[in-house]
Structures are given as C-alpha cells and as structure tokens.
C-alpha cells in the first residue's frame, strides 16, 4: 500500500511558477513509476509528465513540454514538478500517481496503469 499527499499548489499569474511535491508512504518507493496527472473542471483527466524507477527516464504531454520538470528523490520518497511559464490553462487538480513496475526504465503515460493517487493540490493560473 502506497499513499501519496500533494503539495505546493495555489495561485499564480501567468508566466509565473510554482512546484508541486508528491510524498510517498512506504518503502518501496523506487519501485514505482511515477507520473502527475491534472482535471480541470468539466474535462477528462489528463496526463502530464512521468518518471521512470531511477529518475533516469522522463516523458511530457506535448502541452507542457519545455515548460514542466519532472524529478524523483528516492532518498525521500518524493516526486517533484516544477512548473514554469505557467499559462491560465494550466489551471487545474493536479494529481501524483504510482504504478508499481519491474523495469527499471519504464514510464507510464496511461492513467489506467496507475496502482495509488493522491488527493490533488489545485493550480490556479491568472491572466
């Protein structure tokens, strides 16, 4: 069992940045692939960023790419986002998530995959 609790959210004017940490419970936290998802009201969720076990590996939405980092420590059992040039629609619930994998460079971009959520840290983006 896995829990995850997000920080760091709050608001923001555009073109400003904010980061989101992810704390995971346990000790098995570099067996998981991680990734950070976000809902806006009235649509789906969407997938943001993932990282692979050894922090090695990373992959981004086309929407945030260039503008949103991913980073692991597994030390201390937390995923990191940072968010720079933030946009109005980047506004949302941002969700951290954990899926338990084998390979050691593997990440997951599909939600479906995911074992554990946390509750979401909400990203207000002003114009």
């Known amino acids: 069992q896995v829990q995850l609790v997000e920080s760091g959210g709050g608001l923001v004017q555009a073109g400003g940045s904010l980061r989101l940490s992810c704390a995971a419970s346990g000790r098995t936290f570099s067996s998981y692939a991680m990734g950070w998802f976000r809902q806006a009201p009235g649509k789906e969720r969407q997938f943001v960023a993932s990282?692979?076990?050894?922090?090695?590996?990373?992959y981004y939405a086309a929407s945030v790419k260039g503008r949103f980092t991913i980073s692991r420590d597994n030390a201390n059992n937390t995923v990191y986002l940072q968010m720079n040039n933030l946009k109005p629609e980047d506004t949302a619930v941002y969700y951290c998530?954990?899926?338990?994998?084998?390979?050691?460079?593997?990440?997951?971009?599909?939600?479906?995959?995911?074992?554990?959520w946390g509750q979401g840290t909400q990203v207000t983006v002003s114009s």
């Open positions: 998530a954990a899926a338990r994998v084998y390979s050691l460079n593997s990440y997951i971009t599909n939600a479906r995959n995911y074992d554990y």
């Open positions: 990282i692979d076990r050894s922090g090695g590996n990373t």
